[in-house]
Nanobody, 122 residues
Framework: QVQLVESGGGLVQAGGSLRLSCAAS????????MGWYRQAPGKQRELVAT???????NYADSVKGRFTISRDNAKNTVSLQMNSLKPEDTAVYYC????????????????WGQGTQVTVSS
């Protein structure tokens, strides 16, 4: 069973930068698509960025050009470099596998971590 620990959040001014990190336990990490998600209070969780085991990336239109996702399969970590932050980026950020729920469960991604809070002031 995979455990996920996010870190690196904080309070920044608009236009600033943060780098989020995600540490994942287990040996299955390298075989799955990983993603960063975010959720603001009262809103649905949304997908921010994904990265395949081979390093292919995709981004939500709202963050494209500002955020960069990366991974280190050997260390079981996923990072999100966040530049030119905007107030609308304020949310709790989570990492997890990307895929259908059955697939995620079969690969050990059965729960979410605590997330890390990102707050961007005007």
């Amino acid at each position: 069973q995979v455990q996920l620990v996010e870190s690196g959040g904080g309070l920044v001014q608009a236009g600033g930068s943060l780098r989020l990190s995600c540490a994942a336990s287990g040996s299955i990490f390298s075989s799955v698509i990983m993603g960063w998600y975010r959720q603001a209070p009262g809103k649905q969780r949304e997908l921010v960025a994904t990265i395949t085991s081979g390093g292919s990336t995709n981004y939500a239109d709202s963050v494209k050009g500002r955020f960069t996702i990366s991974r280190d399969n050997a260390k079981n970590t996923v990072s999100l470099q966040m530049n030119s932050l905007k107030p609308e980026d304020t949310a709790v950020y989570y990492c997890n596998a990307r895929g259908s729920v059955p697939t995620m469960l079969l690969k050990g991604f059965g729960s979410w971590g605590q997330g890390t809070q990102v707050t961007v002031s005007s």
